[in-house]
């Protein structure tokens, strides 16, 4: 979407304000991000910071792509299911014997189903919103329960292991420095921010989502756009389940379960209205580095794990009315 | 004369809804370069053949020709693609996007890759919006806009590419005199390039001024079509009603002024509106008259509870009260039917009783239960006074004309029976029959003692209903006219800023 601008004084301070008033999120993580520093000496090391990106990458590079179905008005609750499917049939695929003369090559028809799997399934629940109508709130918690059921059918409910080491490897190497996958992250999110923010389907993402009935009435076609975007966040989801995969070297049936909430809190704590219209990817990035900075501090705090949900559930709140006051217009707003 | 073969022609449209017939068999057509007005009751079947035409709707029977093709518009990107803009009678904006991406919605210039031309397009939407006049810039979020501005935004639309036929559906409801005149010279343009330009509107003066030939419809039926230089006023709402109004350039009666009211002294709110004192007494019209951004809705919302003022005193009866919400406002008797109905005034998947009845169902109960049987006959009184209508009253309001809407609001807070009664634009998008009605029912209401504020931009209504006048101009009351002594050219010096300081 353009800069609009908000302010007409262009100094430093006032344009950070600004910003920060627009992503809370992010004065939220560098006050966990000190709050961490100062309390865990373990926690302020270039290996921690590693570690946080790559376990960040999961669910990072799913609410890349929730965040554009958010915007859209829709959600997807599916991806948790998806994670699953992708990683099973990637790591079964590739062992399979057909392929065994390929050597690492074995990989590739294993990862391009599991890519293919997101995709389609993600093409299917835009496909069924688009056209009957039915919210995709139903859609998707239909195709959450239809996919985990068929990951069990599909894998007996046993885990696979990967055979081949290079893939198994690929989740803990590195390139230029930084860990493979979290990089896979980073370059995903310019990728995306630049697609929402400068392309005619970013543009249209969120006419969507703020009036859909504008943009039928503008020639916009809303029913392919949208599919589009669950393809988009499929495809991301099966995505971070071969990534996934490739850290454990090795899937279960039960991959990726809760997946959804937590992928849709961090897109949330990012600042995208769940009504659509309003989001960034941005806001989405500091939502996810939020949580897994507090899941990794904590940990290294050894805060029992119950406990870092009950303290996120809280700050989901606290933010959430945070942006509230913070965006509100001043003395000459409308009142509620 | 020959005349030139029209660009469009629609021959038999028959449209139904469930429970209505919304146009039966209804022929129209454009020529190049000419302005074609479209005229016809509230619900009169007006929007439904544009929205025919823009492929929103479908018809049922009928054909449409473009060029003397036989064209079928299956959606809206296909009237596009035949060269029909329809500029919508309600608002269809995205209110979180800017001013740029809003006229282009569904356009926007592309570079490769699918990227936006961020360039071309600020270019292109500074140059419309030079052409209008306009005081904001492409980048400005359109939801900051007033309602007027947002108005002319959609305007803009006609003009973002070569259109054949535009189509206007009561572009002027929500504008003033100043952006009239932009959008009259828009429209010329248009016709000089021939364009042809279908224009709904419920404003005489404009039609008579503008156009070049007049169709009616009635009840969903084609009446006729008219050249405009050979027929007058009540010819028209002949064939529109099926009679005669008698319309008073003024009001001549006076009600017998009670006590005072309202009393307002020195009300601001920032930069909206400053020091602004005035009275009400029980019994008198006080009519609020001035340009789009004078200040005079926001100084109205502000009596409602629905903005904190920044400063000034408001009393109520001679006693200084408070109003830090609407329900407050409610509570103290003060009712205010708002400007912009669609998005303050409605619940649109309601029916159209439980709307009306809505602000005052606490009363209404017998026992722990809604009580039905009164609902229902608060909803058919006003339905008779407005003459709304809609097929019962288990109608869901959203699926009512714009016109028949504003009615339902417009019944809503009459029915409350306030004290205080502020109408922001009380006739705005309401056709000639049920606009003298509403002026009739606001006078009868002065004389029952109701203190009524009438804000207007249209200069008809407010010398019609109004005691007094007041006028403003940026924020401030330029002046203040008792409506005997007022002339037209008084009033427009006043909200313009022209005034002389001497104070009437
Ligand atoms: N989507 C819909 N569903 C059901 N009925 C509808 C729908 N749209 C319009 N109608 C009905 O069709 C009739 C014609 O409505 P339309 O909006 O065309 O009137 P109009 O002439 O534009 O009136 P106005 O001057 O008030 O805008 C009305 O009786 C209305 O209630
Ligand atoms: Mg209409």
Request: hydrophobic share 45%.
């Amino acid at each position: 979407m353009a800069d609009i601008t908000a302010t007409q004084d262009g100094s430093g301070a006032n344009r950070f304000l600004h910003w920060i008033i627009h992503h809370p999120i992010w004065a939220f993580v560098v006050i966990v991000f000190i709050f961490f520093s100062v309390m865990n000496e373990h926690f302020f090391a270039l290996g921690n910071f590693k570690n946080i990106l790559i376990q960040a990458s999961t669910l990072g590079l799913i609410a890349l792509g929730m965040t554009l179905v958010m915007i859209n008005g829709n959600i997807d609750l599916s991806v948790g299911a998806v994670v699953a499917l992708a990683a099973s049939l990637t790591v079964d695929i590739m062992g399979w014997p057909m392929f065994e003369g390929w050597g690492n090559w074995q990989i590739l028809p294993g990862v391009l189903a599991g890519l293919a799997a997101g995709v389609l399934l993600g093409a299917l629940n835009g496909f069924i919103v688009w056209k009957t109508g039915v919210d995709a709130f139903i859609v998707t918690l239909g195709a959450m329960l239809g996919v985990r059921g068929l990951v069990f059918v599909y894998t007996e409910e046993q885990s696979f292991f990967a055979m081949n080491f290079a893939y198994s490897d690929f989740g803990a190497s590195s390139l230029v420095g930084l860990p493979t996958l979290a990089l896979i992250f980073l370059v995903f999110t310019a990728l995306v921010h630049i697609l929402l923010s400068r392309t005619v389907h970013g543009s249209n993402t969120y006419a969507v989502g703020d009036n859909r009935e504008a943009a039928v009435n503008a020639g916009i076609r809303v029913g392919p756009h949208m599919m589009i975007n669950f393809m988009i966040v499929g495809f991301f989801a099966a995505l971070a389940g071969i990534t996934l995969s490739t850290q454990m070297g090795a899937s279960t049936p039960n991959l990726g379960t809760n997946f959804e909430l937590w992928v849709i809190t961090a897109v949330v704590l990012g600042g995208t209205k769940l009504t659509g219209g309003a989001g960034s990817i941005i806001g989405t990035f500091g939502g996810v580095l939020a949580i897994q900075i507090l899941r990794n501090g904590m940990n290294l705090m050894q805060v029992p794990a119950f406990w870092v949900l009950v303290i996120l559930g809280s700050i989901l709140i606290g933010v959430l009315f945070l942006d509230k006051q913070l965006n509100r217009k001043g003395a000459e707003e409308l009142r509620l | 004369m020959t005349e030139p073969n029209p660009t469009l022609r629609l021959k038999g449209i028959v449209k139904t809804f469930p429970g209505v017939r919304a146009l039966d068999g209804v022929d129209f057509d454009v020529r190049p370069g000419e302005v074609h007005a479209l005229m016809g009751e509230n619900g009169a079947g007006k929007s439904t053949l544009m929205k025919i035409l823009a492929g929103v709707y479908h018809p049922d029977e009928g054909q449409i020709f473009i060029d003397d093709r036989p064209v079928v518009i299956r959606s809206p990107i296909e009237a596009k693609e035949h060269g029909i803009t329809l500029i919508h009678q309600e608002l269809s904006l995205a209110e979180e996007m800017s001013v740029a991406e809003n006229i282009f919605l569904g356009e926007l210039p592309r570079k490769k890759w699918g990227f936006v031309d961020w360039k071309t397009l600020d270019e292109r939407v500074g140059t419309i919006l030079q052409k209008l006049n306009a005081d904001w810039g492409p980048r400005t979020r359109i939801g900051s806009l007033s309602i007027a501005k947002q108005q002319m935004c959609e305007i803009a639309r006609a003009l973002t590419h070569s259109a054949k036929i535009v189509v206007f559906d009561e572009p002027t409801a929500s504008l003033t005199d100043a952006e009239k005149v932009v959008l009259f010279d828009v429209i010329e343009d248009l016709k000089a390039e021939g364009v042809g330009i279908v224009y709904i509107s419920h404003r005489m003066e404009e039609i008579f001024k503008i156009t070049d030939r007049i169709s009616v419809l009635r009840d969903g039926s084609y009446r006729g079509t008219l050249n405009t230089r050979e027929t007058d006023e009540d010819e028209i709402t002949q064939m529109m009603i099926g009679r005669s109004l008698e319309l008073h350039r003024r009001n001549i009666e006076h009600a017998e002024e009670g006590e005072e009211v309202l009393s307002v002294e020195g009300l601001s709110c920032g930069r909206l509106f400053q020091d602004v004192s005035f009275t009400v007494k029980a019994g008198e019209i006080v009519g609020f008259y001035g340009l789009v951004g004078a200040g005079r809705t926001e100084m109205a919302e502000t009596l409602f509870g629905l903005r904190r003022p920044t400063a000034g005193k408001i009393r109520l009866a001679g006693e200084e009260v408070h109003i830090g919400s609407p329900s407050e406002a409610i509570e103290k008797g003060i009712s205010l039917v708002p400007e912009n109905r669609k998005e303050q005034g409605l619940v649109l998947g309601m029916n159209c009783r439980d709307n009306i009845t809505l602000p005052q169902i606490d009363d209404l109960t017998a026992g722990p239960f809604v009580a039905n049987g009164a609902e229902v006959a608060i909803y058919d009184m006003y339905r008779d006074r407005l003459q709304i209508k809609a097929p019962t009253w288990r109608t869901l309001v959203g699926s009512l004309s714009g016109g028949n809407q504003q009615k339902i609001v417009i019944g809503k807070w009459l029915s409350m029976k306030p004290r205080l009664l502020i109408v922001d634009e009380p006739t705005r998008g309401i056709d000639v029959g049920s606009k003298s009605e509403i002026h009739k029912l606001l006078r009868e209401l002065a004389h029952q003692g109701y203190a009524i504020i009438v804000v207007s931009s249209e200069m008809p209504e407010v010398l019609h209903v109004s005691d007094r006048i007041i006028a403003m101009h940026n924020g401030r009351i330029t002046r203040t006219f008792s409506a005997d002594a007022v002339t037209e050219e008084d009033l427009i010096q006043a909200i313009s800023g022209l005034t002389s300081d001497k104070a009437a």
